[in-house]
């Protein structure tokens, strides 16, 4: 384990983010379910192909009891193909239409590091961004979450989908995650986003043992003073470790195990394909 060469200053106090004119309060941890509008995910369960199907998971979702559901319509699996920003578009925004008009109280959020594709979200009905660059790829999302107020997910990402297996080399794990959350909340509030939330980007540009040293450690984060959303669910740091599959049992149940660690270590908000299991491991906890 690395040195860190920062303080762990826990900090105990509430944690919540506005939307509109409704404050989410997270100091009980929340489900967020994911939904993909993609054929390639990596999770095929996960995947929608049409209005109907989509409806129907969401509704399955809420009787599960999840609080906010994740849309996205860009795989980012490592390695995944690229999508255009017209293609990406066209997937969202009906998704994002069809949800918002069957549970208008539902909270949305918009899984994409493209601000053309943000605006047109919120524009039809999303209330958060959930940036998976960290606003590197397109810098210009983090105005258009200034112009929606909408609360913005920072992940620590290095490179892109398609590069970012590459780029896992790190002097000091947690200091640069640190330093790099650091310097992005300064410029996020500096354009006027003011809810934020951190995710630390598991699987992403970081390796098998990476992901979970970063996990074991979570806590340290706090010192900054933002809620922690943890991505675990079924990702390669659980089943290859396991020898299994994605939809596995086996990778379920690792998945369930892992995020308890999360929340023992002060995750706000559990990003989940499984809302019925993530749900009675908060309300255990």
Do not use: W
Not at 157 to 176: A, I, S, V, W
């Amino acid at each position: 384990m690395q040195n860190l060469d920062f303080e762990n200053t826990k900090t105990c106090s509430k944690y919540s983010i506005r939307i509109g004119d409704k404050l989410i309060d997270l100091s009980t941890p929340l489900a967020m379910g994911i939904v993909n509008i993609t054929p390639d995910s990596f999770y095929a369960t996960s995947r929608t192909d049409t209005r109907d199907e989509l409806i129907s998971r969401v509704e399955q979702m809420l009787t599960e009891g999840v609080s906010i559901v994740d849309i996205g319509g860009y795989s980012s699996r490592p390695g995944a193909k690229d999508v255009s920003i017209e293609d990406e578009i066209k997937r969202i925004v009906p998704a994002v239409q069809a949800i918002s008009e069957a549970f208008p109280d539902l909270t949305i959020s918009i899984d994409t590091f493209r601000s053309e594709v943000a605006d047109a979200a919120l524009t039809h009905g999303a209330h958060i961004i959930n940036d998976i660059s960290g606003f590197s790829i397109d810098p210009k999302i983090i105005h258009v979450a200034a112009k929606h107020n909408a609360p913005y997910i920072l992940m620590h990402m290095r490179g892109t989908p398609q590069t970012m297996q590459t780029l896992t080399n790190y002097e000091n794990l947690f200091r640069e995650i640190a330093t790099y959350f650091s310097k992005k909340i300064s410029q996020l509030q500096d354009a006027g986003v003011n809810d934020i939330i951190l995710d630390p980007g598991f699987g992403f540009s970081k390796t098998l043992t990476q992901n979970h040293q970063l996990l074991d450690h979570l806590e340290h984060f706090h010192f900054l003073e933002k809620p922690i959303l943890a991505g675990l669910s079924r990702k390669s740091m659980i089943y290859n470790k396991i020898n299994s599959t994605p939809d596995s049992v086996e990778t379920l149940q690792e998945t369930t195990r892992l995020n308890q660690v999360a929340l023992k270590k002060g995750a706000h908000i559990l990003r989940v394909h499984d809302v019925k299991e993530a749900v009675e491991l908060i309300t255990k906890n």
